[in-house]
């Protein structure tokens, strides 16, 4: 059913849920809460840790007052009472609460009391009955969409006749006594108690789970089966290639190539990830891979997420080959019509070896005339369908992913279960190591003069932000606020500019092309710095609010530093000195090992922020994570595997679904 067969849900709200995802009653019960509000209620007392956040019913003692301290930026104050204590409440950014404060009206508090100033500093206030929100569903939401709306929306959908899809065997079902589907769903989103909202999510957490490594080991061994022609390399001819490159491979690189040629050699099609560290040289190894690919006679395409990167790769190309009789072609979006053709008749005549390109590369006028292997650059970038659309433009094609993710090989081995896996750990000779350092912001000047010691040499700087505009509530600063306060640390004198999401494509890459051509000294920017974009003439990275980021991300923006043989610094400026703070940040002040802080992040965060980008693609999880359901993950891998060994998927009709998405992805 549609979810216009909902109360309340007319074009307009529609559209609203439909960006969410939202288009069935189906997917409007299967659209989970990220986290739950667990409220204890507890009276104040002069004992309480002003630290902790706490839930207090209150009654209020006076009218509310609105204080405006500066444009969207308010805070609302009051008196209220609990165990006989009277206190002032504040709370910012609710003026429009005013007119629900009413003195006699008892309400919840949750936030954070001071016994010294008798001051109860609130994050949330709720005005309905405490028994009814005990434990409180949070959902993600977007404009236009309100929190009370969408649970009326869902609380509908709940007493509707439901059809749900059970994935898990009834024997595995029974095996492990799970609650049933359809009660599972309705306690995500209404938990009568805790103990029966962790066996729903146990539920729902396995069922993902279970179907994830269903497709991935089905992919696996429907892979195995596709036969190919082999391919005949000259194998002296790439040792020759190797020998002459003017640096040497590290015995990392080398094991990745040997692993790749004989893939190419193979009968069985290639699907392998090479997964290395930030700075490791993946892009060598693509590029001998498809120089052995050439010499078999066949054509190759490297596919890249940006023109920038594409670019690059491009010259890359060109550099190494210009003693050679390669034909080597780049295209992107941005080149004109005229050239596209161009490119796009040689490519099919067989004119062009080796081509480079953006999301170009997949429209339909695109065609080889024997493309022979494909390679995918930050394949998380790209979803399933995109690159699948290039991969079916040859027969049998090999195919090649590369990550800048380092990832711990026993979750590489889970998560890429349908890829063979290469791991480069070793950073190519004559990198000298990032040097990492933690500032608090009262040492700013510290910062600043190293800075302007770095703009001297005429090296260039990379700033990050968490966020686009300034956030008062949570103090932090924006790009355009940074960029300001850079340019007067400077009195104007040197170049700032500033690059984020909500900046076009052709924005972006023209930011980076002055970056890269130093035409700009400083580059404020949140994270959507390319991975992989080199400039060998930035040696400063500076993260501010460090906290608010994942080990994984800071390593990665790291990476964008000590690309070179100067040495490198990257400075992490935060106010946060709690335990977990320090413990998080000391990791990278003592190591520049991807894999190293990997497993950290795992231990200390999960799979959130390592695997952030990776959603983008085909592994998206409701429920899961990876890291807190590593063991559930391996138990669902195990059980699937019987599944299918056995043979006893062809018993459950609801399966077939997931077997055509899967021949479609193969």
Known sequence: ???????????????????????????????????????????????????????????????????????????????????????????????????????GRDIILIGKYNPKKNTFVASDIKFKDFDKIKIEPVY???????????????????????????????????????????????????????????????????????????????????????????????????????????????????????????????????????????????????????????????????????????????????????????????????????????VIEKLKNKEIDLIVGTHALFTDNVEFSCLGLV??????????????????????VDILYMSATPIPRTYALTIYGDLDVSTIKTKPAGRKEVITTIYNNSQIKDVLHQIYEEIKLNHQIYVVSPIIENNEELDLKGVEELKNKFLLAFNNKINVEILHSRMSNDEKDKILNDFKNNKINILVSTTVIEVGVDVANATMMVIFNAERFGLSTLHQLRGRVGRSNLQSYCSLITDKDNDKTKERLTCLTESNDGFYISEKDFELRGHGDLFGVKQSGEMHFNMADLNRDYKILLQAKEDSKEFIEKKYYQDYKIYDKILKDIEFID
């Open 375 to 396: 390679i995918t650059d930050e394949q998380h970038r790209f979803g399933v369908l995109q690159r699948t659309m290039l991969h079916n433009k040859g027969e049998n």
């Open 140 to 342: 993600h939401l977007i404009n236009g969409l309100k929190y009370a709306n969408l649970c009326k929306y869902i609380d509908e959908a709940l007493h509707m006749e439901l059809k749900v899809d059970e994935y898990i065997p009834t024997y595995l079902l029974e095996k492990y006594k799970f609650i049933d589907k359809y009660t599972a769903i309705k306690e995500i989103h209404k938990p009568s108690n805790i103990n029966i909202l962790k066996q729903a999510k146990l539920h729902l957490i396995y069922e993902e789970l279970f179907t994830f490594m269903f497709k991935v080991q089905m992919l696996k061994n429907n892979k195995q089966k596709i036969l190919k022609p082999v391919k005949n390399i000259d194998i002296e001819k790439v040792n020759n290639l190797i020998t002459n490159l003017p640096f040497k491979l590290t015995t990392d690189q080398l094991k990745c190539v040997d692993d790749i040629i004989s893939d190419l050699k193979s009968d069985k099609r290639m699907n392998r990830i090479v997964i290395g560290d930030v700075g490791s040289g993946k892009t060598i190894v693509g590029q001998i891979a498809m120089y052995a690919c050439f010499l078999a006679g066949y054509q190759s395409a490297m596919m890249a997420p940006t023109e920038v990167l594409a670019t690059q790769h491009y010259n890359n190309l060109k550099n190494i080959f210009k003693d050679y009789d390669i034909n080597i072609a780049l295209l992107t979006g941005s080149m004109t019509k005229k050239e596209k053709n161009t």
């Open 1 to 103: 059913m549609n979810i216009e067969v909902l109360k309340g849900v007319g074009a307009t709200t529609k559209n609203i849920l439909n960006e969410l995802g939202i288009y069935t009653i189906n997917d409007l019960v299967n659209y989970y809460p990220f986290r739950y509000n667990v409220y204890n209620l507890i009276d104040i007392t002069n004992d309480i840790d002003e630290s902790l956040q706490i839930s207090i019913k209150a009654k209020v003692e006076s009218n509310a007052n609105v204080f405006y301290i500066k444009k969207n930026f308010n805070r609302l104050t009051f008196k209220a009472v609990n165990n006989n204590r009277v206190f002032n409440v504040t709370i910012f950014n609710r003026a429009f609460l005013k007119k629900n404060i009413t003195i």
